[in-house]
Structures are given as structure tokens and as C-alpha cells.
């Protein structure tokens, strides 16, 4: 396994970089689930190339963009999600992903972190890549009232800030991919831009 700065040499070479606006675009919505001209890692490009450094293997899933914090040697993976893609249960008022978003996220999970364990980037075990799945404001279906019912929970990513209603899971129950990450979230792109986007570098 390479160190975290011979890693994070290893993924410039063998990527490019892009904006968040470049990589949250949506053809079909015609607009990006954020505005930012910050810029990460293009994944997606990742993948690519991976495969035609392995071509006996089918070309993996993706995360769209993967940032890094040095001082903490994490990786941060990013996928944007427009669209109505959130569900509420009307039952317990839990908030999550509905089943279809849910499965094709899990999957760019499982592979993204795969790709980079398979070619000795990283240490699975060692838990050091974190997941923000980001969605639109106006995909979250709750009221300011049930926001502020709300018992905030310590957020393990960054211990000064708190889990909200503007974060939540991908489904009741952790899947088989977000166990190989140290923490995946969903958050809105408000609190993505505001909590998330000042500490993440390329």
C-alpha cells in the first residue's frame, strides 16, 4: 500500500481535474446540483482509465468526483444526485434514498473504494475513505417543523458540527458498501457547500 501522498500522486496522474459544476451536471435536468467552481478529482475519468490499464475486467462504477483532507489523510469520494430521489417514510418520518438511487449509489461506492485497493492505493481495513452523497434542496421532503423536531447526532466525519435533517442514510440499514467507508452521508448541497466543501482539497 503506498503512503497517502504517494497516493494522492498516483490518482493526479491518472485523472484529471474538473469543477463541481462540471462534475454535478445533470443532461437530463440540464443544470448542476451545485454551482461550485471548486475543483476535485473527476472520477468518472478514474474508472476509465482504470479499465484500460486493466482490460480483462469489466469497467467499474464511479463516484463523480473524489477530494482529499492531507492533515487527516482521508479521502473523500463525492456523488451528486438530482432529481427526486429522497423518500420519507410516512410511518417513523425517516428520511432516505429511494430504493433505485440507493442500489446504483451502493454500487459506485463498492467499486470506487475497490479500484483503489486493487491497484495498492489503500488499505480497505484501514477505514480512511468517507462518502458524501449530495442531493438538491428542494429533493428533501420535510417541513421547517420536522427539522427542528429533529435530535442532532455527532457527526463522526467532523466532530464540531452535528447531524441535522439536512443529513440522513442511504437506507435503514448500512449496505455491504458503506461498511468499507469510515462514514457515508447525505446531505443537501447547502450544507455540502457550507460544512463539507471549505476542507476538502485536491
Known amino acids: 500500500m503506498l503512503n497517502f501522498k504517494d497516493c494522492l500522486s498516483w490518482i493526479y496522474m491518472h485523472t484529471e481535474l474538473a469543477t463541481i459544476d462540471q462534475l454535478s451536471f445533470d443532461e437530463n435536468a440540464c443544470r448542476s446540483v451545485s ?11 478514474y474508472a476509465e482509465l482504470f479499465q484500460t490499464r486493466h482490460p480483462d475486467m469489466i469497467r467499474p462504477a464511479s463516484c463523480d468526483g473524489l477530494n482529499a483532507i492531507k492533515h487527516c489523510e482521508r479521502l473523500f469520494f463525492v456523488e451528486y444526485k438530482n432529481g427526486n430521489v429522497v423518500a420519507k417514510n410516512g410511518q ?3 428520511i432516505t434514498l429511494k430504493s433505485k438511487p ?12 475497490l479500484m483503489l485497493e486493487y491497484e495498492g492505493l489503500i488499505n480497505l481495513a484501514g477505514n480512511q475513505c468517507i462518502a458524501l452523497v449530495v442531493v438538491r434542496n428542494d429533493a428533501v421532503p420535510r417541513s421547517e417543523a420536522e427539522a427542528d423536531s429533529l435530535q442532532p ?3 463522526p466525519v467532523f466532530p464540531q458540527l452535528m447531524r441535522t435533517a439536512d443529513e440522513f442514510n442511504i437506507r ?3 449496505g455491504l458498501a458503506e461498511k468499507l467507508y469510515l462514514a457515508v452521508k447525505v446531505v443537501i448541497v447547502d450544507i455540502f457547500e457550507r460544512d463539507y466543501l471549505p476542507h476538502l482539497e485536491v
Do not use: G, P, R
Not at 454551482?35 to 475519468?45: L, M
Open 35 to 45: 454551482e461550485s467552481k471548486q475543483q476535485q478529482y473527476n472520477f468518472d475519468k
Open 172 to 174: 435503514s440499514a448500512a
Open 102 to 113: 440507493a442500489t446504483n449509489i451502493e454500487k459506485k461506492l463498492y467499486d470506487s473504494v
Open 153 to 155: 447526532t455527532a457527526n
Open 92 to 94: 417513523t418520518n425517516e
